[in-house]
């Protein structure tokens, strides 16, 4: 197979003619004229693909050399294949348009990154045409300036060498113009049967683009079925609407007005969609610096950890059924009409003693400015009586926002699935279309999709990898990556941001707007021209982006699948008319502007109270039955991110779990059914298991396990095959979140689960400092007064700083230990991945790491968050003790590390008491893999082995910065040097900048009474301090509050 | 012949006598150097020799593995940046430390029974430290850039960084090896041409005539050797004191608690002659029975060297309960955390093995009939080696692998290569024992002519 290609592209350079043609031109004739020669196939076919057949085995180590023969090869022709791809839409810069590329010099480009049927917008920071670091956008409302950390790690997506690169017609090789053929006469066959048959599964779009585009396919084939279909959807937020309202709304929350929040099971920091604004907002009311001298306080009922109720004033662990007794004992406490309490337990009996009725209080008193949460997972049943709890307390309209759905057509999603399976039992189904999404490793255990999948005919599946689904497919088509193409999509609050490409696809993809209208039978369309057009037709104002849309659970309207998408755009790009300007002002912004969807108040369905009551009692709630809760991965979602390694070795906030998943479940529960951590158990549901290893989690509720959803691929790639376990083979359609009275017994086997962090315990020490806002009012140094720091002497001379001198401030109120950082920071400083066996020897590579300690009893565990990284100590004990003077101390402050001048003794490492340096023990940095090489960031070095490594403070940014400021003759101003940290920190947790002004940010911050040094006692003067976390118990909760 | 068995006038007559009776310098000559001219092969060299290469040879492949991946492949992490590699490179250096002390320091202190022992002790030093300096050499990152530890002339323009202990150890080391080395040969040259003089193989004969240096024992030739011996012993002193200081500096010099310690210096000092003094035993003992030379390695001997073990196993006794005490007395958490780490936590075996190798089984030297058991005293050798190599693994691993933030807590676990280098030098410095005894005296004959003379006249 290597050697034809290889034959076969000899045969094509030794072409005669085109040498011929060659040795009669010159110079741009050339160039111009071998196009114009160029007229054999296999020629035609090498300038068309850029890369010559066989591209593909750089994949394989192996078959490396012979590409580099090839790439020696096609190297001759890269003039012309450059000249055949350069792409003719215009990309407009965002913040800076450079007059031209100066090498070295980034340009940022707005964009947004569609993720589970939301948008964030970004603004991506591209050298030389290379997308190098993802940045949100600080005008757009989904990001205001941040990212999480999956967006942060969707730059090694687009570099993924594993990602498709190519056609499949039956897992070999084929071309998009083979497939074009193909289905050319298949077009036919549907048009004649007006598309009976014919089938679409996709997941939730929000691109209007696509919407619409979709709308056509549908009056093309109007018998044809559209199905929906998201593992980790919103399934159980749609139906709470319905049930509250009758109908679809799309709910966002305003934290930024919320002074008491209740969240029910709701992971609004993390999690779910917006977590980041929703990170922001709550952040910001918990600030106490600057004029705000108040705090919010959250109440959060959850049954497994999250960062939200880790960051929670008062958090309640209880199993799934408590929960929703419990919010229904604060909705029948409230007085929300209709609601009275449901059902009884010890543990919500023992809340309802005080810490409901406090709640309740806390509540009532601040109406219109708290807000109530419903989590994703939890049943309709309590969204709808969140609304309900919201409209009671007057909380519409102020702390809770309804509007239209963002996502073009909402339905029930588990129905729509369930419904296309129906119909493929009953011979319905001749052609199923895969739009996006990997449903045969994704889609509930009952419904053996893969099964079903090859009943039908004509299996067509496009996606960005070749993955569980392509593999059952008969044609496999790439679809590119956001930064690969033109699209559009709405943010959380309707927004529309148009997705501008920052790279022509690297691999032979397109993007699902042209695969959709290869189907739809206009096959030659650029996803440039179908999204320009769509907008083009933009005249009116905002219109509905949906209309009514089918009950919940009612599988004959999912199959009829009404498209409730309307014709012509949903916003006006245009400004003043002009189509081009308001084109190129979107693109500058990242976002169409007025495009926000408008607030609506739906009124409350009269029998929700009636219908949520008979859906809460359908599921039983035995006593001692062990559920099992899904969630998704905090890192890898529903699996989709399993090939991206960044993802995949950060530490998974709460557990420190890095490559696995396992069953979290208390130490009570634990040790109640004999179970150790590491323990393999059997967990059945329904006929179904699978074997997972034990995690005991602190905090979790008893009777109950989670496990995460995302693990266990078997064709996502190198990096995440076989990681973990998949949890879907016991997922089932009726049980998608919770499922109860599952079984679970142990095994003899053990497996083995890397953290990052083994101690979880401060050991007394002055590590975390905390303390109440209570406490902080009575009297704003009660920390340094609890805390006496020694006066330290030093024999070394004390350095002067005349310029700048960079310091750090880190709040831990703020932190939700998000990982966005740890990414933001392995993207930005080409940090490398080691793998589970290497982070199991102690040699992970971040340079920012989030401790994370517990305190108190292991049932209800307090939880605090550390960020640590170079604390760039005045008196380092690092630099004394390099022997060959690697790590020095700056003229700015900074602990600088000298690559070169590194021989690696470590002796720096084992003197740092932070412990917060990273050796490169072995050849970490992959320098094998081309697309890698594209994706670093060229103002860091890449280290080789044997060479210590830490944070820097971003230097290079500080010296971007440094260059502008002296062109200016001045000194940098404040905010002009962001460490990538701090930029990305979905609340603003880090502050940088230059402690010598005094007026900067972080100076003002480090004046802070609340501000401390870590390790103060050393002696080693940190720049990075901290802000004293701060809590805002109820004092009717707790005492001393 | 009669006043050898006669109490000598300095009192020593409950010891047994530093030189057998009945060893005239003819005798003494032909006994030694026979060993090295007309050696038997025995099967007991040839069989340890073939061990000792072998184990050599896996020090050879682990190095050059090491050369090609990188230090990953041994068990160090993060937190615990050094382990074999240093444990290794501190008890091997404190190994070398009794062949300067016994060489140097009794010498001045003009004891005699030094004679017997000190040339191989000597050369236990030199192979001693041969293979100490090869783990910081390799210890590093990049191993091919170690040559930027020494000062030299460069384009760069970049010195060393003087602060740094792990800079003095480069200087302190080398002038180690290098004193000890020609502290050794200068002992060497009357021997040396002794072996010319007798060899009867030509190539012998040239190469030991080489060595020699042109001696041939003149008065003028002995009193500059004399002074020359003499001003090696006075610069070699103060090395066997600044080494394992500067070694220790490694440690005290940083602010990890367990490293953090003042007492580190003469602790270390008094350590490493412990620690050499078992080595000694451990291959003087099995020499003198292979080879016969219980009449030069007398009962003696293994007396005075039980008893300087003993002497020094309490100095480190007294270190350890000063480091208990000064975690207590220091009041700091991260100090006090240390040392009950050290104690009970996970690694806590490694502390209590080496207190019981260290402190508790050698206190059976007090007892004369265990200092006169030559079994007993191997054994005890082996058990102080043993025991020291734990302290230094107690003091490295066990203070870095828990230091003063938690989250960073992560335990050590060593690979095969590690024990493959260990082990490997432990086969590189046999080999290079076996050579030794094969080709050069390993006793002095000059210094047993010298002292048998003593013996039968009485000092003057």
């Known amino acids: 197979m290597q050697n034809d290609n290889q034959t076969s592209n000899r045969k094509a350079l030794d072409n005669p003619s085109f040498t011929e043609h060659l040795a009669n031109k010159t110079g741009r004739q050339y160039w111009r004229g071998l196009e114009e020669i160029a007229e054999t196939t296999e020629f035609r076919e090498m300038v068309d693909r850029e890369f010559p057949e066989g591209a593909s085995e750089w994949l394989d180590p192996v078959g490396r050399r012979n590409f580099l023969k090839l790439m020696g090869a096609s190297l001759a022709l890269a003039g012309i294949g450059a000249c055949a791809k350069q792409p003719e839409e215009k990309i407009i810069p965002y913040v800076k348009q450079p007059e031209e590329f100066v090498p070295g010099k980034p340009s940022f480009f707005a964009t947004a990154m569609p993720l589970r049927g939301y948008a964030t917008g970004l603004l991506v920071e591209s050298h030389l045409g290379r997308p190098t670091k993802v940045e949100g956008n600080p005008d757009h409302p989904a990001s205001l300036g941040a990212t999480d950390a999956i967006t942060q790690a969707s730059i090694l997506g687009l570099y993924d060498p594993d990602r498709s690169q190519t056609v499949l017609s039956r897992s070999r090789i084929a071309s998009w113009d083979s497939f074009k053929t193909a289905i050319a006469a298949e077009v036919g066959a549907w048009k004649a049967a007006q598309g009976t048959g014919l089938h679409f599964l996709t997941e939730t779009i929000n691109s209007p683009t696509l919407a619409d585009q979709m709308r056509q396919l549908m009056a093309t084939y109007p018998n044809a079925v559209w199905h929906q279909y998201e593992p980790a959807g919103r399934d159980c937020v749609r139906d709470g609407a319905k049930m509250a309202f009758g109908q679809y709304v799309e709910t966002t929350y305003r934290f930024d007005k919320a002074e008491v929040i209740f969240s029910i099971d709701a992971d609004f920091l993390l999690t779910m969609p917006g977590s980041v604004r929703y990170s922001r907002d709550f952040s910001a009311m918990r600030r106490t610096s600057g004029e705000m001298k108040g705090m919010n306080r959250l109440y959060a009922l959850e049954s497994s950890p999250s960062v939200t109720g880790a960051v929670a004033d008062h958090r309640a662990a209880l199993a799934p059924a408590a929960v929703e007794q419990a919010a229904w004992a604060v909705g029948a406490a409230l007085g929300v009409p209709g609601v009275s309490a449901q059902g009884s337990s010890p543990a919500v009996d023992a809340l309802g003693k005080a810490w409901i009725p406090s709640l309740v209080k806390d509540l009532q008193a601040h109406r219109g400015r708290c807000v109530v949460v419903a989590g994703d997972e939890q049943s309709p049943a309590v969204h709808a009586l969140a609304h309900a709890m919201n409209a009671a307390l007057g909380n519409v309209g102020t702390t809770v926002v309804y509007t239209d759905p963002v996502e073009a057509n909402p339905t029930n999603q588990a129905a729509s699935l369930a419904a296309l399976m129906q119909q493929i039992d009953s011979g319905k189904v001749d052609t199923l279309v895969v739009l996006g999404g990997n449903p045969a490793f994704t889609a509930p255990a009952d419904l053996k999709f893969a099964e079903r999948y090859q009943k039908v005919r004509l299996r067509i599946h496009a996606g960005e990898y070749n993955d569980e689904t392509a593999y059952l497919s008969h044609w496999h088509l790439p679809l590119s990556h956001y930064l690969e193409s033109w699209s559009d999509a709405r943010a959380m609050d309707g927004t529309v941001s148009i997705v501008q490409p920052l790279i022509a696809p690297l691999w032979d993809s397109k993007p699902l707007h042209e695969v959709v209208s290869i189907l739809n039978g206009t096959p030659s369309a650029t996803a440039y021209d179908i999204v320009r057009a769509y907008w083009q037709g933009a005249k009116s104002a905002p219109a509905p982006a949906s209309a009514a849309a089918p009950a919940p659970g009612d599988s004959t309207a999912a199959h009829a699948a009404p498209v409730a998408v309307s014709a012509g755009p949903v916003a006006s790009i245009a400004v003043n008319g002009d189509f081009e300007r308001g084109w190129h002002q979107a693109l500058y912004r990242g976002m169409v502007a007025g495009s926000a969807l408008p607030p609506k108040s739906p009124t409350l369905n009269g029998g929700w109270a009636t219908a949520a009551a008979a859906m809460l009692a359908a599921t039983p709630a035995a006593a001692d039955a062990f559920d099992i809760l899904f969630r998704v991965d905090p890192m890898l979602l529903d699996g989709r991110f399993a090939n991206i390694g960044w993802l995949q070795e950060v530490p998974k906030p709460l557990t420190k779990l890095v490559w696995d998943n396992a069953l979290l479940v208390s130490p009570a529960t634990a040790k109640q059914r004999g179970w150790k951590t590491e323990d393999v158990v059997e967990v059945g549901y329904k006929n179904l298991t699978v074997k997972v290893p034990v995690w005991e989690m602190p905090g979790h509720a008893d009777g109950c396990g989670t496990l995460y959803l995302g693990h266990g691929r078997t064709r996502s790639g190198r990096v995440g095959n076989d990681v973990g376990v998949n949890v879907y083979a016991i997922r089932t359609s009726d049980a998608p979140w919770r499922a109860a009275a599952a079984t679970a017994s142990k095994t003899s086997d053990c497996y083995r689960l890397v953290t990052t962090q083994t101690h979880y315990s401060m050991e007394g020490r002055d590590i975390v400092r905390y303390g109440t806002l209570a406490e902080f009012m009575a009297n704003e140094k009660f920390m340094e007064e609890r805390h006496h720091e020694p006066e330290i002497v030093s024999l070394y001379k004390e350095h002067t700083y005349k310029g700048h001198a960079w310091g750090m401030a880190i709040d831990l109120t703020a932190c939700t230990a998000c990982n966005a950082c740890v990414v933001a920071c392995q993207s930005e400083n080409n940090i490398p991945v080691v793998g589970k066996e290497q982070v199991n020897n102690g040699r992970a590579m971040h340079w920012i790491r989030i401790d994370r300690y517990y305190e108190g009893d292991a049932a209800a565990p307090a939880q605090h968050f550390q960020p640590l990284t170079c604390m760039h100590c005045e008196k380092a004990p690092c630099e004394t003790v390099c022997p060959v003077g690697a790590t020095v101390h700056g003229e700015e402050g900074l602990n600088e590390m000298v690559y070169n001048r590194c021989i690696g003794t470590r002796y720096c490492s084992n003197n740092c008491p932070y412990k917060v340096r990273r050796f490169n023990y072995l050849l970490f940095t992959d320098l094998d893999t081309p697309t890698y090489k594209m994706m670093r960031n060229p103002d860091v070095t890449v280290r080789s082995r044997g060479v210590m490594e830490k944070c820097t403070y971003c230097v290079q940014r500080i010296n971007s910065a440094r260059i502008e400021a002296k062109k200016e003759g001045r000194m940098i101003r404040d905010g002009e040097v962001v460490t990538a940290c701090a930029q990305v920190c979905p609340t603003e947790a880090i502050t940088f900048g230059n402690i010598n002004d005094k007026e900067s940010r972080v100076a003002k911050a480090k004046k802070s009474p609340l501000n401390y040094a870590l390790l103060a006692d050393l002696g080693t003067a940190p720049r990075t301090t901290y802000l004293t976390k701060l809590r805002n118990p109820n004092p009717e909760l707790e005492k001393g509050a | ?460």
């Open chain 2, 1 to 460: 012949m009669e006043r050898l068995q006669s109490p000598d006038a300095r009192g020593i007559a409950p010891n047994p006598p530093v030189l057998a009776k009945g060893y005239t310098y003819d005798a003494i000559t032909e006994k030694i150097s026979d060993l090295s001219l007309n050696p038997k092969l025995t099967k007991g060299w040839l069989g340890g020799f073939s061990i000792a290469i072998t184990l050599a040879g896996c020090m050879v492949v682990a190095i050059v593995h090491l050369l090609f991946t990188g230090v990953g492949i041994w068990g160090n992490n993060q937190p615990v940046g050094w382990a074999f590699d240093i444990i290794n490179f501190v008890w091997w250096i404190g190994i070398g430390h009794a062949g300067t002390l016994i060489s140097a320091i009794l010498l001045l202190l003009k004891q005699n029974w030094r004679t017997s022992i000190n040339r191989f002790a000597e050369a236990m030093t030199i192979f001693a430290v041969a293979c100490a300096g090869l783990y910081p050499l390799l210890h590093t990152g990049r191993p091919w850039l170690d040559y930027w530890l020494f000062p030299f002339p460069n384009s760069m323009g970049v010195q060393q960084q003087f602060r740094s202990p792990l800079l003095w150890d480069v200087f302190a080391i080398s002038t180690y090896a290098s004193v000890s080395t020609l502290f050794w040969f200068v002992g060497l040259i009357p021997d040396l041409a002794v072996l010319r003089d007798r060899a009867v193989k030509p190539l012998a004969r040239k190469i030991y005539a080489i060595l020699a240096l042109g001696w041939r024992g003149s008065a003028q030739h002995w009193r500059r050797y004399r002074i020359a011996y003499l001003v090696l012993a006075g610069l070699s002193t103060p090395l066997v004191l600044s080494v394992h200081t500067i070694v220790s500096f490694d440690f005290a010099e940083s602010l990890i608690p367990g490293w953090h310690t003042t007492i580190f210096p003469p602790y270390f000092v008094a350590g490493a002659i412990y620690s050499g003094f078992a080595m000694v035993l451990s291959l003087c003992i099995p020499l003198r029975k292979a080879y016969g030379l219980e009449g030069f390695i007398t009962a003696r001997h293994l007396n005075n060297m039980a008893k300087v073990m003993l002497a020094m196993g309490l100095v480190v006794g007294y270190g350890y309960a000063m480091e208990a005490f000064m975690a207590w007395y220091s009041g700091s958490p991260h100090e006090m955390g240390m040392f009950i780490n050290r104690t009970t936590g996970p690694m806590a075996w490694s502390y209590w093995a080496l207190i019981a190798c260290n402190i508790v089984i050698p206190q059976t030297l007090w007892l004369r009939r265990a200092r006169r058991s030559t079994l007993w005293l191997f054994i005890i050798s082996i058990v102080v080696n043993v025991g020291m190599w734990l302290e230094r693994f107690v003091i490295i691993v066990t203070s870095l692998y828990r230091d003063f933030i938690p989250s960073s807590w992560h335990t050590y676990v060593p690979t095969i290569w590690d024990f493959a280098m260990f082990f490997g030098t432990i086969g590189f410095f046999l080999t290079l024992f076996f050579l030794f005894i094969r080709y050069v005296p390993v006793i002095s004959i000059a210094e047993m002519r010298e002292l048998s003379h003593e013996v039968e006249h009485g000092h003057h």
